[in-house]
């Protein structure tokens, strides 16, 4: 698939395109752990997306655990919450080495070559984290902030093995037929923007080199406050399409953005879709659509991963408000 006309495409016959996968367990009745271990399972729940919300698209499962687990970190399950790293894993550089694609990532890969047996004429999008979040769950989050600082060469080693497995990953995702993948770096957002350069966006640029082409696209998705302080060293990733949270202004993003850029966001996906209600939605996506009318560049989204128990009622109105702005501003 020529994935730079779909994106051009998409500018000018915009639709919402929110990150959604979680919350698909509650049509399949299924639960979250099996759902996560399930390849079929997953499959079916990326068609049921793509067809109920109309998105254009099959994305696969946003899981910011499982690159950790393939080296070895511990994972904590609970019922109907976003599987999480345990504890730090790496200690010094003794401990640095590239592992295989495995346990669940391996699932994941299947789940795209299932995908694409039934979904041909939409683009399928996996989901990686980015490498200084993945550095952050080896070294232990907090660990990894303080070492920037105070052991940088540490730091990167681990990120240059964390970046060559994410190549690893990201290239067997390709090979499976992913037609792109969103990469989330949100641990980044919470760096100080004189840091996030070096220790982000450097290795995020060495990705894109290394995968993007006419049929492959990687989408940056960071959900940091500090995303509008960090706007340059971001786009210098190259990255085809970008993405951010609710906890920036989106306006405020989109003045500092070539106008050439893609930029996608932001509705509040705990406080707006999944503890709020219709009413609530809709006066959050008209107020987004309003104060963001003037950027040709901007699609609407959700500023982060639905959550599981998100109820269907807010996502349905969700898509439904979004997308009927953009037919009577398209007409």
């Known amino acids: 698939m020529d994935m730079k006309r779909w994106l051009e495409d998409l500018k000018v016959n915009k639709h919402v395109l929110p990150i959604l996968s979680f919350p698909v367990v509650q049509l399949l009745d299924c639960s979250l752990k099996d759902f996560l271990n399930d390849s079929t399972l997953q499959a079916q729940g990326i068609q049921l997306v793509s067809e109920r ?3 254009g698209i099959g994305l696969g499962i946003m899981d910011l655990s499982i690159e950790a687990e393939c080296f070895g970190a511990k994972i904590r399950f609970e019922d109907n919450e976003i599987p999480t790293v345990v504890g730090a894993l790496i200690e010094d550089e003794c401990d640095i080495e590239t592992p295989d694609i495995i346990k669940r990532a391996k699932v994941y890969v299947e789940t795209i070559k299932k995908t694409k047996l039934f979904m041909k004429d939409k683009p399928v999008f996996a989901g990686i984290i980015g490498p200084f979040s993945l550095c952050g769950r080896l ?3 907090s660990e990894a902030l303080a070492l920037c600082y105070e052991e940088p060469d540490l730091v990167h080693q681990v990120l240059k093995v964390s970046t060559e497995f994410l190549m690893k990953y990201a290239k067997a995702l390709k090979e499976a037929g992913a037609d792109g993948i969103i990469m989330a770096e949100p641990l980044a957002g919470i760096l100080s923007p004189s840091l996030v350069q070096e220790f982000s966006s450097d290795y995020v640029k060495m990705i894109v080199e290394e995968l993007q082409n006419d049929e492959f696209i990687i989408i940056y998705h960071n959900c940091g406050n500090n995303v509008t302080k960090m706007i340059d060293s971001i786009i210098s990733t190259k990255c085809a399409a970008y993405h951010f949270g609710n906890a920036i202004s989106m306006k405020e993003a989109l003045k500092q953005i070539p106008s050439h850029e893609l930029i996608m ?3 509040d996906p705990v406080g707006i879709l999944k503890d709020g209600n219709p009413t609530l939605v809709k006066e959050a996506v008209h107020h987004l659509m309003e104060e963001c009318q003037e950027y040709d560049n901007f699609i609407l989204s959700s500023g982060c991963d639905i959550p599981c ?10 898509i439904q408000v979004g997308n009927q702005y953009y037919e009577k501003n398209n007409s």
Do not use: A, R, S
């Not at 128990?309 to 969700?318: A, K, S």
């Open 53 to 55: 919300c109309h998105t």
């Open 139 to 141: 070294l232990d989050v």
């Open 265 to 267: 966001g932001n509705i």
């Open 309 to 318: 128990l998100t109820p269907w009622e807010n996502i349905d109105c969700f």
